[in-house]
């Protein structure tokens, strides 16, 4: 493993070193969704969040040493937390196959009035079910004062909200629930309505079906926004039944928007992806995909969406 991740180290760099002007990707691959989740808890000051995303044997280098194992890195973790760091990160190459993925990207770290500049490589594989760091390669490339840094070109929150914005009004979804070692399958149509809230500054919608087995019940409930701390936007769903969808997503793609994340019910965690993908300016179509205890994916639910009024 530690081969392999110097390997992919002199790759990754590489790469980089070719494509200066690489843009941050948007990707359902797994060290995605541990990126967003790290910096998610880094910014947000939760060490334990951080720490929990490495498995128990890994190894962090970085050019305070090299430290082994969740303890050691915890304290790595800390030190930086300690200074009032704030973390960017700008990846370039995220990957997978199999039960192994790797992601490498630049990281602007703010600790008062310097900024440190710094390159990364985690190596990932899945362990029981769940994707954990194995190695992670965090290394300096230099420090600018905070005053001399390129101007900030990061967009309003209502820019980023238009992402929001745009699902506004009422929607026609007609679906297919598939079915589920818990749950029969079956056709049904669900009305969407979505509004803005609170200044403007939250989506809230909720879901009421029309036809289907819950026919004449809500069915859903649910808020999303951009979150300027760690620049994803988020979402929590809450279900009939009590269970919930906790997912985030970098943002549009081209037509698609990815929502990556878990789904909690009663003692489980499942992680899901959610596709919604436009089809002009008034239809989307929609599919989530859950993966099981068993670590497999399976197709979980399909909506085709038309808007019919604001």
């Known amino acids: ?96 196959s199999g039960t192994l993925a790797y992601g490498t990207g630049r990281t602007r770290r703010m600790v008062g009035s310097v900024i440190h500049l710094g390159q990364y490589l985690i190596v990932m594989e899945k362990i029981s079910g769940e994707w954990k760091i194995v190695q992670h390669f965090a290394l300096s490339a230099g420090e600018i004062p905070a005053e001399n840094a390129a101007p900030s070109t990061a967009a309003t929150l209502s820019d980023q909200l238009s992402v929001e914005k745009w699902f506004v009004g009422n929607w026609i979804c007609e679906g297919e629930q598939h079915a589920s070692p818990t749950a029969a399958g079956g056709r049904f149509t669900d009305k969407f309505t979505f509004e803005m809230a609170l200044d403007d500054s939250w989506l809230t919608y909720h879901v009421d079906q029309t036809k289907g087995p819950l026919q004449g019940k809500r069915t859903l409930i649910g808020w999303g926004t951009w979150d300027t701390d760690a620049k994803v936007h988020i979402r929590r769903d809450m279900n009939i039944g009590g269970s919930r969808v906790d997912v985030t997503a970098p943002g549009w793609e081209g037509n698609k928007l990815v929502f990556t994340g878990y789904m909690i019910a009663n003692d489980e965690k499942l992680p899901i992806q959610q596709t919604f993908t436009k089809k002009g300016d008034a239809a989307y179509d929609s599919a989530l995909v859950v993966t099981g205890a068993e670590g497999k994916p399976m197709e979980w639910e399909e909506e085709s969406c038309r808007k019919v009024g604001r």
Not at 27 to 45: C, I
Not at 71 to 92: C, F, M, N, Y
């Open 1 to 96: 493993m530690r081969n392999l991740a110097g390997l992919l180290l002199i790759f990754s760099l590489n790469t980089w070193a070719q494509q200066p002007g690489a843009k941050p990707l948007s990707s359902p691959e797994p060290s995605a969704q541990v990126r967003q989740e790290f910096l998610r808890a880094y910014n947000a000051k939760d060490a334990d969040a951080v720490v929990a995303l490495y498995a128990q044997g890994a190894t962090l280098v970085s050019d305070g040493g090299t430290f082994k194992g969740r303890d050691e890195i915890s304290k790595w973790v800390k030190s930086g937390l300690d200074q009032g760091s704030r973390l960017e990160i700008e990846p370039t190459v995220e990957k997978s």
